[in-house]
Antibody
Framework: QVQLQESGPGLVKPSQTLSLTCTVS??????????WSWIRQHPGKGLEWIGY???????YYNPSLKSRVTISVDTSKNQFSLKLSSVTAADTAVYYC?????????WGQGTLVTVSS | DIQVTQSPSFLSASVGDRVTITCRAS??????LAWYQQNPGKVPKLLIY???TLQSGVPSRFSGSGSGTEFTLTISSLQPEDFATYYC?????????FGPGTKVDFK
């Protein structure tokens, strides 16, 4: 059974960089065939796709966030990470990591990140 | 970028009702569409992928149809646990856009 678990600070100051890591268990990121993704959900709002990384390292980002987002992968640790720079209060959200092929079949539990001084 | 819309945004229904939610894509996405159910404070759950394939373990009262730019999610007989918010997602282009959601509430 594949499991994903987000980790990282729950509080980030404005203008700083939000950093989250997703640890995958029960399956290997290196096995290929999946897009390892980040999604966020603002409080009381809908789902927003942030971007994904393939095991090879190729990435694609939501154009609205592209200038601030970096997603990277560490296959040796079976982890992938999200960095979002220059955050503001508008980046306060629950952040999910997820596995995608035909659809998102596995999600992390989500982690609330609050941007506040 | 492909835009995704859903209608209605809100839907009031009763247990036993047949419910239909529509999702539209701004360009042809073939059948690269998924549907999710989300309850408050919970992780979204995959219901349907490839427009009409039922995810393992999902009750057969859920069904999906459509191709190209117009898709539907149907719940044949609404059950108490189905009162939730439903999202569609396109997976055709590089940007896997979600629809804005449809909240199904008690009438």
């Amino acid at each position: 059974q594949v499991q994903l678990q987000e980790s990282g600070p729950g509080l980030v100051k404005p203008s700083q960089t939000l950093s989250l890591t997703c640890t995958v268990s029960g399956g290997s990121i290196s096995s290929g065939g999946y897009y390892w993704s980040w999604i966020r959900q603002h409080p009381g709002k809908g789902l927003e796709w942030i971007g994904y990384i393939y095991y090879s390292g190729s990435t694609y980002y939501n154009p609205s966030l592209k200038s601030r987002v970096t997603i990277s992968v560490d296959t040796s640790k079976n982890q992938f990470s999200l960095k979002l720079s220059s955050v503001t209060a508008a980046d306060t959200a629950v952040y999910y990591c997820a596995r995608v092929r035909a659809a998102i079949d596995y999600w992390g539990q989500g982690t609330l990140v609050t941007v506040s001084s | 970028d492909i835009q995704v819309t859903q209608s209605p945004s809100f839907l009031s229904a009763s247990v036993g009702d047949r419910v239909t939610i529509t999702c539209r894509a701004s360009q042809d996405i073939s059948t690269y569409l998924a549907w999710y159910q989300q309850n408050p404070g919970k992780v979204p759950k995959l219901l349907i992928y490839d427009a009409s394939t039922l995810q393992s373990g999902v009750p057969s009262r859920f069904s999906g149809s459509g191709s190209g730019t117009e898709f539907t999610l149907t719940i044949s007989s609404l059950q108490p646990e189905d009162f939730a918010t439903y999202y569609c997602q396109q997976l055709d282009s590089y940007s896997f856009t979600f629809g804005p959601g449809t909240k199904v509430d008690f009438k």
